[in-house]
C-alpha cells in the first residue's frame, strides 16, 4: 500500500495548495474591500437589484431605536418590551425578542457603515470548525463598506455600556460569592 500512501500524500498537499490559494484570493478581496456580507439575518439591509447593499429603512429604524434605547439607559427587558408591544417582529419574523436578538444586534460593527473580516477562520484546511480570530491572522478594518445605519459615536457608546454592564453583573457575582463563603 505505498503507493496509496504516496498519492492520499499528494492528494492532501493539493487540498492545502488549494486551501492556501483560497486564502489568499480572500484576503487580497479584504484588502481591497471586496467581500460579500450576508444580509439574509440582518436586521435593516437589504440589495437592490444589482447586489449592491441598500438600506431598508423601516427596519433601520428599530435598529437606531434600539440603539438609542440602551444608550438611554433602558434595560434589556425594557427594550424586548417595547419592540413587543409596538409589534415589531424579529428579523426571523418572530413576535418574541430574545436577549440574544437584542445583543446581536448591539454588538454589530457593521451598523456603523464599517466592516471587521476574518473575525472568525478555520485553524486549518481540514478542520469544518470556525474558531474566533483572536490576533490570530490580520482583520481587516474596511471603513465606508456600505452605507451606515448608527454613527461611530452612538455605536461606540452602546460598547461602553455593555461592557461597563458586563463587569458589574461580574463584580456583583464576585460579591455574592464572597458573601456566602465569608459567612460560614
Not at 486551501?19 to 440582518?42: A, C, I
Not at 463584580?171 to 464572597?178: G, P
Request: net charge positive; with cysteine; hydrophobic share 35%.
Amino acid at each position: 500500500g505505498n503507493k496509496t500512501c504516496v498519492l492520499s500524500g499528494m492528494a492532501e498537499e493539493e487540498a492545502r495548495n488549494v486551501s492556501e490559494n483560497v486564502k489568499w484570493n480572500v484576503k487580497k478581496q479584504f484588502k481591497e474591500g471586496k467581500f460579500y456580507m450576508v444580509t439574509k439575518r440582518f436586521m435593516g439591509y437589504g440589495r437592490d437589484s444589482d447586489g449592491n447593499l441598500i438600506i431598508v429603512e423601516e427596519e433601520a429604524k428599530i435598529v437606531r431605536k434600539i440603539f438609542e434605547m440602551y444608550t438611554e439607559g433602558r434595560t434589556m427587558p425594557e427594550i424586548m418590551h417595547w419592540l413587543e408591544s409596538h409589534h415589531i417582529k424579529t428579523i426571523l419574523g418572530k413576535d418574541k425578542w430574545y436577549k440574544n436578538a437584542v445583543m446581536q444586534i448591539l454588538k454589530n460593527e457593521k451598523y456603523t457603515g464599517n466592516a471587521i473580516l476574518q473575525k472568525t477562520l478555520r485553524p486549518s484546511f481540514k478542520s469544518k470548525k470556525y474558531i474566533k480570530n483572536d490576533r490570530i491572522l490580520p482583520k481587516y478594518l474596511v471603513e465606508n463598506s456600505h452605507p451606515a445605519i448608527v454613527s461611530q459615536e452612538l455605536f461606540d457608546k452602546a460598547q461602553e455600556i455593555r461592557l461597563a454592564r458586563i463587569n458589574k453583573y461580574l463584580a456583583d457575582e464576585n460579591k455574592t460569592l464572597k458573601e456566602k463563603f465569608s459567612a460560614r
